[in-house]
């Protein structure tokens, strides 16, 4: 027992100096983590969360509904992805809410989100496949974080359009559910425009269900 304790005071004082550092630097992580999320919930700012909403009317009203929300590092799987997709998402203005991402690389970042999505209503395809009766739609899908004045909290946000739908939105506003939904219908007004300007930052996904 004593040999064993000798052991372990001799081990501790041989690597003080690095026990003290590793130590002084968990401290040092948990405490800017710590301030880090506090100012991330006062500003409601959560860049790391990526939101994939489907966007579509019904009797002439505007829905939003989440199809699914995970960290940004669970869908693009590559680290220094992940970080691009959140510094860009901060980079985006009420006038322009879609990721200033490179046009080289934008059909990467898009893929990552598809494949989340089509994991998601594989069902549909299977049952598609094996002669079963099933509805499809083809949508468009395009990465954004939308910055206006009413959003209630700034994410990366991946929208879900039908592509028929995008290509001919009402003329007029529709009903909303929510009077921040405004923004939202903004949003839709600027994807329209971009879709026909710059089509690489939008990718086609099949549905089935």
């Known amino acids: 027992m004593n040999d064993f304790l000798d052991l372990i005071f001799g081990y501790l004082r041989d690597h003080a100096i690095e026990l003290l550092v590793a130590f002084g630097t968990a401290i040092l992580g948990w405490y800017l983590g710590k301030r880090r999320a506090s100012s991330e919930w006062k500003k409601k700012e959560f860049y790391n969360r990526l939101n994939v909403s489907l966007n579509s ?17 669970e869908i693009f799987l590559n680290r220094i992805a992940a970080e691009t997709v959140v510094a860009k998402a901060r980079e985006t203005t009420a006038e322009a809410p879609l990721l200033p991402l490179s046009k080289e690389d934008y059909w990467f ?8 999505i089509a994991e998601r209503f594989a069902e549909g395809q299977v049952r598609r496949d094996i002669g079963g009766n099933v509805k499809s739609m083809v ?17 990366v946000r991946a929208m879900v359009v039908q592509k028929g739908m995008l290509l001919n939105l009402p003329e007029e506003i529709p009903a909303l559910e929510s009077p921040t939904h405004r923004t939202r219908w903004e949003t839709l ?13 939008f990718l086609e996904v099949e549905i089935c269900v």
Do not use: M, W
């Not at 970042?109 to 989340?116: D, H, M, T």
């Not at 899908?141 to 009413?150: F, Y």
């Not at 007004?189 to 930052?201: D, G, I, W, Y």
């Open 189 to 201: 007004q600027q994807l329209a425009v971009e879709f026909s300007r710059h089509p690489h930052k």
């Open 139 to 155: 949508y468009l899908i395009c990465l954004t974080s939308e910055a206006a004045g009413e959003v209630k909290t700034r994410k």
């Open 109 to 116: 970042y898009l893929n990552s989100v598809l494949n989340e």
């Open 57 to 73: 009317f019904r009797d002439g009203t505007l829905l939003i509904r989440t199809l699914l929300e995970k960290r940004c590092d």
